[in-house]
């Protein structure tokens, strides 16, 4: 059925198909690490995301230079695709509030 194998994207994350697993394997579109590497980042804060991946320096990057897309980019990478536009908004809206 896979014999060639495809990958159909779906936002950041790519579904790889090939011949050796005809369940598919998950890969992230970036880095390309099984998303069983990834950390559980369930029952952390947005903070302790950000450090566990290595993202905070990313983030307030974005954030001092309003860059809405990008922050949205970076809060995607830490699972939090239904609140990263709310996240970003909040903290583009009052920055002081959040330390920025």
Request: with cysteine; proline share 5%; hydrophobic share 40%.
């Given at each position: 059925?896979?014999?060639?194998g495809?990958?159909?994207?779906?936002?950041?994350?790519?579904?790889?198909?090939?011949?050796?697993?005809?369940?598919?394997?998950?890969?992230?579109?970036?880095?390309?690490?099984?998303?069983?590497?990834?950390?559980?980042?369930?029952?952390?804060?947005?903070?302790?995301?950000?450090?566990?991946?290595?993202?905070?320096?990313?983030?307030?990057?974005?954030?001092?230079?309003?860059n809405?897309?990008?922050?949205?980019?970076?809060?995607?990478?830490?699972?939090?695709?239904?609140?990263a536009?709310?996240?970003?908004?909040?903290?583009?809206?009052?920055?002081?509030?959040?330390?920025?």
């Amino acid at each position: 059925m896979f014999a060639k194998g495809y990958t159909v994207r779906i936002g950041v994350i790519s579904v790889c198909f090939r011949p050796c697993s005809p369940l598919g394997s998950l890969r992230t579109a970036a880095g390309g690490k099984s998303v069983k590497d990834k950390p559980d980042y369930s029952g952390m804060t947005v903070n302790e995301r950000l450090y566990e991946a290595g993202l905070l320096d990313a983030w307030d990057e974005a954030v001092r230079g309003g860059n809405r897309s990008r922050m949205i980019e970076v809060l995607l990478e830490v699972d939090l695709a239904h609140d990263a536009e709310p996240i970003s908004d909040a903290v583009l809206a009052n920055p002081k509030f959040y330390g920025f």
